[in-house]
């Protein structure tokens, strides 16, 4: 647990609001390998391109040992701390998914509000925050501090009256911060004005996902963000390239 307790202690200090981490966001030992030689000191996993891979749909289509079968193919082909998008849980219980993950040598997790297999309902706020304290606590008995990234998903998913949206998001992830997260994500494409309210607005670094194409770091860094991943949008870029270079051999 030494080297993991070391790895999930260097992901957590990447974090600098103003500075961000950049995260690509990978899905198999390639696209991993491929991020580590471009010269990125750590990684997310993504639900949604690994689900991609492996021909399941997202949103829990996959199981949770479908995911950590690949994220240890992916540790095990690089030396950089991994973390990983664990969706609303798989149904699983807080010590077995924190088991899960640093047995398959990840050190950092997404969790977010969207209950998939329940009908894609959203956690209350508090139901939320709680599901977060008993992830710390899990990774507390450990002795690994595993980075906790708490999403909601109220901004992506347009919940509820536009004109209370963002203060909505930021009650529910401050209430996260309480629980013990390390980093809060109000998911979704924003705009400068709503990222700079987010940052102001949430008492911990805060992770923006970017589009790697149609985006850039300095302007995430001057609106204070701290951590950026891609999501599904690496993935699509080099599958969008794939088809140019196929496209003339039909």
Known sequence: MTELAAQASALLELHKPGDPVILPTVWDAWSANLAVAAGFAALTVGSHPVSDSIGKPDNEGMTFAELTTRVAQITAAVDVPVSVDIESGYGEDPERLIEGLLDVGAVGLNIEDTVHREGGRLREPQEHADLVAALRAASDATGVHVVVNARTDVLLRQDGDE????????????????????????????????????AEGLPLPINAVAHPTRHDKASLAACGVARVSFGPFWQAVLAERATEVLEPWK
């Open 163 to 198: 004109s209370d949206r963002i203060d909505r998001a930021i009650v529910r992830l401050k209430l996260c911060a309480e629980a013990g997260a390390d980093v809060l994500y109000p998911v979704g494409l924003h705009d400068d004005a709503t990222q700079k309210h987010l």
